[in-house]
T-cell receptor
Framework: EPEVTQTPSHQVTQMGQEVILRCVPISNHLYFYWYRQILGQKVEFLVSFYNNEISEKSEIFDDQFSVERPDGSNFTLKIRSTKLEDSAMYFC??????????????FGSGTRLTVV | KNQVEQSPQSLIILEGKNCTLQCNYTVSPFSNLRWYKQDTGRGPVSLTIMTFSENTKSNGRYTATLDADTKQSSLHITASQLSDSASYICVVSEGNSGNTPLVFGKGTRLSVIA
């Protein structure tokens, strides 16, 4: 079964450093997403991406965050200057465009980001 | 504010028993409602997706119901197995496009014991 692949599985970084989280969505999917889950809390939407541009973003997704699809397979989330409160599990997801509303959303296994 | 509330927060049941998890939502407009299973440290895995016109949908031992009038959903698990131990998350898609953000509940932590 097709999977969304995320790397690395765990990233430790110092406060103020830049990090790039990488994702390989399912090949025939057209919509890409980043969500995050702070330990013990619910999953929160960050951003959706379609046709090489951001479709929607939440208030969490401020100027410190950016997304990019540098080639035909990768989808990245960059945090420019990490803060302690950025520590969370970051999930990438992708979905295919469909006529009806049974959109298949496939999540990756996540990258656990720890900012120290 | 669009919200998804789940109950109970946690549940412990004996292997082989059935259980029902509840979800109430205030998301509007409503597109579809999903139930996900999330193992610790893993990404959510979809169990069911229902539109507002569907009342029930099954996936093996999982049966989800939806009452779009009262904005309530339930997930019933029959003949529970140890591997069912996980968080079960109710997720609602707001808006009329299938690609709008998902609104997650906090989940119900289910523990199945022998």
């Amino acid at each position: 079964e097709p999977e969304v692949t995320q790397t690395p599985s765990h990233q430790v970084t110092q406060m103020g450093q830049e990090v790039i989280l990488r994702c390989v969505p399912i090949s025939n999917h057209l919509y890409f997403y980043w969500y995050r889950q702070i330990l013990g809390q619910k999953v929160e939407f960050l951003v959706s991406f379609y046709n090489n541009e951001i479709s929607e973003k939440s208030e969490i997704f401020d100027d410190q965050f950016s997304v990019e699809r540098p080639d035909g397979s990768n989808f990245t989330l960059k945090i420019r200057s990490t803060k302690l409160e950025d520590s969370a599990m970051y999930f990438c997801a992708s979905s295919e465009m469909a006529v009806d509303v049974n959109y298949g959303y496939t999540f990756g296994s996540g990258t656990r980001l720890t900012v120290v | 504010k669009n919200q998804v509330e789940q109950s109970p927060q946690s549940l412990i049941i004996l292997e082989g028993k059935n259980c029902t998890l509840q979800c109430n939502y205030t998301v509007s407009p409503f597109s579809n409602l999903r139930w996900y299973k999330q193992d610790t440290g893993r990404g959510p895995v979809s169990l069911t997706i229902m539109t507002f016109s569907e009342n029930t949908k099954s996936n093996g031992r999982y049966t989800a119901t939806l009452d779009a009038d009262t904005k309530q959903s339930s997930l019933h698990i029959t003949a529970s197995q140890l591997s069912d131990s996980a968080s079960y998350i109710c997720v609602v898609s707001e808006g009329n496009s299938g690609n709008t953000p998902l609104v997650f509940g906090k989940g119900t932590r289910l523990s199945v014991i022998a």
